[in-house]
Every structure is written in structure tokens, then in C-alpha cells.
């Protein structure tokens, strides 16, 4: 009668148990993020502080325009981007990703499905916040807030 109790108590709390442990994905979804330097444009102030900035604001975006032949470039809220698509439209976009500069999108086009579906999963796990970068200006448009500028061409 007692080991039944025990076996009883035991397959009730497997299935909790199991729901519990963490998605072993979202430990390689950060390590994705640190190695393709997300955070360099994508974090406000990343590069600057030598990476001191609470995880609890990567990925949030920035202000500071990238202008250059493309127009002025500002590198997106991943937060707000990743929680607008579900797993397998990240997964279709991803594969077909091109961006203006300085974006690397050939970074993700290189990364194998695992990887991208870690970073989705991770970036996700982070939940949504902050607010939407501003909305990309084009060659002509002088931009209100700060940027970087990058050469023209001599083309
Ligand atoms: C050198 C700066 C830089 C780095 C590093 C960078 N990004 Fe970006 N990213 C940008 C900019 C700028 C844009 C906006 C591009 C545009 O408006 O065309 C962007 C846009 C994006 C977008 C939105 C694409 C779309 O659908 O419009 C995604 C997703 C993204 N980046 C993911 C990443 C990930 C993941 C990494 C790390 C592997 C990364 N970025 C690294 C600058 C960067």
C-alpha cells in the first residue's frame, strides 16, 4: 500500500516536474545572442559600457541612427519584433533575412535552424519591452536624433 502511495505521488508530480525544467534551448539562445554581438546595435549603449547593461534591457533597440548611401538605419526592438511572429514565421524569415547596413542578416543566414530557434525561444523567454526603434528615414532625410555617419561612396 505504501509503495503504491509512493508511485502514485510519483507520477503525479513527473509530469510537473518535467514542465518545470527550463527549455535547454534558452541557454544556447543567449550564448547565440553573446557570440553574434546582438547587443553591439541592437542594446543602447552595449559597445560603450563594455556589455554592462542588465539583461533585463538587451535587445530593446536604439535611437542612434546608422546613416550612410542606404539612408539612416536604427536597430530594431528585437523584443517587440520576436513577440509579433510565431516560431515558424521567424524561422521562414530568418532564412530569407536582408537588411539594410550595417544589419549582418548574412550572420543568421549562416546560423543552422537550431540556432535560430534558440535565439527565437530566448529572446522570447526575455518577454516584450521598451519601446519601437524609430522608423528607418531615406538617403535625403537628415535625421532629428543622433547617428553615426558613414562615408559616401565614391561610387
Ligand atoms: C552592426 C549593428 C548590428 C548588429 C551587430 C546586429 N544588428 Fe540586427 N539590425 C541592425 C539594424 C541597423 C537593423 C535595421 C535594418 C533596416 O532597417 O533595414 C537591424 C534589424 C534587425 C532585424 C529586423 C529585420 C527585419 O525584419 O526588418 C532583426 C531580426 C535583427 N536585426 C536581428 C539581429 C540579431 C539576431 C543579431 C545578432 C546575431 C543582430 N541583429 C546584430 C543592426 C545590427
Known sequence: MKRLLVLTVLCLA?????ADKPDPLLK?????VEMGACNTCHTALYGMLGGKIPEADWLTGDKVGWRGIWGTTYATNLRLYMQELTEEQWMQKARTLSTRPPMPWFAIQAMSDEDLRALYRYVRSLGAAGKPAPSYLPPLVTPRGPYVQFPFLPL
Open 28 to 32: 544556447r539562445g543567449r550564448y547565440v
Open 14 to 18: 513527473l509530469p510537473v516536474m518535467a
